[in-house]
């Protein structure tokens, strides 16, 4: 049986780097990418089976990607993270199905 395959998106090295490694301790594939835009070209191909991103990202930012993935992949859960809690942010990213 294969791992479930967990994508991670942050425009941070260091945050992409660590969080591969608590991953995949614990058993899971992953995959990361350092945009969304990087992420939903490669998820076109090979959807992941969950979606962690970071909101503050050049480009696209997470709250815009969690409404792509919504649009093309409703089913696929994500978790939002942030190193700048706002109540605003949380708020729509839970009422856009984080």
């Known amino acids: 049986m294969q791992a479930p395959v967990i994508a991670v998106v942050d425009d941070d090295l260091g945050i992409r780097t660590a969080l591969r490694s608590l991953l995949r301790s614990v058993g899971y594939s992953v995959r990361v990418f350092a945009d969304a835009a990087s992420f939903l070209a490669d998820a076109a191909r090979e959807c992941p089976d969950c979606l962690v991103t970071d909101i503050q990202m050049p480009g696209m930012n997470g709250l ?3 409404r792509e ?3 093309h992949y409703p089913g696929l ?3 939002v993270v942030t190193a700048f809690p706002e109540e605003a942010i949380r ?8």
């Open 69 to 71: 993935v919504r649009r």
């Open 77 to 79: 859960p994500v978790i």
């Open 91 to 98: 708020r729509q990213a839970l009422a856009d199905g984080a």
């Open 64 to 66: 815009d990607l969690q």
